[in-house]
């Protein structure tokens, strides 16, 4: 009896492994799973996304991209929305192409980003061919892992479209969320390339149908999510980037004229201070006053004293060149910086200036004949005016030179060489020195005299 009760239990261990043995072979790999948990995750973190995107799109009506993001996020959220309450493949279908139209969507909302032409014929085109591939590995030929390659493409076609933009140069430069973006946009492409690819090699190893699906396609799926998720904080970083740069371009623009203001004249000044001093290329500036103003607001009133300001800063921005910096510093006073540029080329290019002015106030809602304008120009040197201040001080002085001497007329100021020489330490506190020539250039007439 013993003999037989221990068989018996040798008999029984022995079933019992080679049970746990067959069940280990018929499970080769993870077990197939339900897209339930998945579509639930993508939808609610989709669904909040929208309408993040939605209320800046309400907030700030102008930023039209984020209307295009709100209906990406949107449209991402329906799909697994239309996965839950149609788990089915006709369901399942609808719900790919809508989170196919989603990316779409982005890649159009970044292309309006950056002002650049959007076409809605190549987002038909993806979809269409996506749909076309579905319904052709479906109906045709049921291959699972050539819909996932299908599927791949089509998400990773606008996202590719979207790398010239994001990972330019000088977006990269002066976006940070595009950098962060253009980033993650490549590792979307790596994600949808190593799910096609895993599909393709079968490295799940349990059967996938059109509901369920093995652990590693589910993995890639939410790797998927979460990336797209990452991407779409990418975009509101650009968003605020863009938001808070026009806010500080705002705050640098003369509100009647559109010229800088003061605070951009000084910003402007330093940086091309600190430009030629590391390049010893020279910068100059022209200091302007409009001769008679007084007497258009006297005479005719702040409205058409206003016009003529309107007026006056669109012709001398009409006479500048790529780069050059106009601004308003108060009244009737404006300046302009000319990067890159020697006395004698500031000369020329405040004449045009000069000449621009009668043009332009034949008429502002009133009759204005005698307006004009008297402008002082002065050169960056490394040596005796090598500060903004020095060098406003210097154009101001050649503008009180052109005031005086009969107004309406360009005054250079030419400094006249020290004799010690001036130590960096010492340029500050120096007196700005005596000119050694003031030459004037007249009105339309171009005469030149002397001073």
């Not at 933009?165 to 946009?185: E, I």
């Amino acid at each position: 009896m013993d003999a037989l009760i221990a068989s018996g239990g040798e008999t029984n261990a022995a079933i019992g492994a080679r049970n746990r043995t067959q069940r280990r072979h018929t499970h080769v790999g993870p077990a197939a799973m339900s897209t339930t948990t998945i579509f639930w995750f993508t939808l609610a973190n989709f669904l909040s996304s929208g309408l993040v995107w939605a209320y800046v799109a309400r907030c700030y009506p102008n930023f039209v991209p984020a209307r295009y993001w709100s209906a990406a996020s949107l449209s991402a959220s329906i799909g697994p929305a239309l996965g839950l309450l149609f788990p089915n493949p006709v369901g399942l279908l609808f719900a790919a192409q809508m989170t196919v139209l989603a990316y779409c969507l982005s890649e159009v909302g970044i292309r309006r980003f950056y002002d650049r032409p959007t076409s809605w014929i190549a987002t038909a085109l993806v979809i269409s061919a996506s749909l076309a591939g579905f319904m052709f590995f479906r109906l045709v030929i049921d291959d699972y892992a050539m819909r996932v390659v299908v599927y791949s493409l089509s998400q990773g076609v606008p996202v590719a479209l979207t790398l010239p933009l994001l990972l330019s140069r000088d977006h990269r430069r002066s976006n940070h969320g595009a950098r962060m973006a253009g980033y993650l946009s490549i590792l979307l492409l790596v994600a949808f390339a190593c799910r096609a690819i895993a599909a393709l090699l079968h490295l799940g190893g349990s059967e996938t149908t059109m509901v369920t699906v093995d652990a590693v396609q589910a993995g890639f799926m939410l790797v998927a999510a979460f990336l797209a998720m990452t991407w779409n904080y990418g975009l509101l970083m650009m968003a605020i980037d863009r938001l808070r740069g026009d806010a500080a371009e705002l705050a640098l623009i003369d509100d009647l004229t559109g010229a800088g203001n003061r605070r951009r004249l000084l910003q402007r000044m330093d940086e091309e201070c600190a430009m030629a001093r590391r390049t010893a290329r020279p910068y100059a500036l022209l200091a302007i006053d409009l001769d008679g103003f007084k007497a258009v607001n006297d005479g005719f009133g702040h409205s058409a004293g206003d016009d003529c300001l309107r007026q006056f800063a669109q012709a001398a921005q009409d006479q500048l060149r790529p780069g050059d910096t106009l601004a308003r510093c108060g009244g009737d006073e404006f300046c302009i910086v000319l990067p890159d540029t020697d006395l004698q080329q500031a000369g020329e290019i405040a004449r045009r200036v000069l000449a621009a002015c009668p043009r332009q106030f034949g008429n502002a809602g009133h009759t204005v004949r005698t307006l004009s304008a008297s402008i002082g120009v002065a050169q960056w040197s490394p040596d005796l005016i090598a500060s903004p201040e020095r060098l406003m001080a210097a154009a101001d002085h050649a503008l009180y030179q052109a005031k005086h001497s009969g107004k309406n007329r360009v005054v250079l100021y030419e400094p006249a060489p020290p004799l010690a020489p001036i130590f960096d330490d010492e340029i500050g506190s120096a007196p700005l020195p005596a000119p050694h020539a003031l030459t004037a250039m007249t009105g339309p007439d171009h005469h030149h005299s002397g001073f």
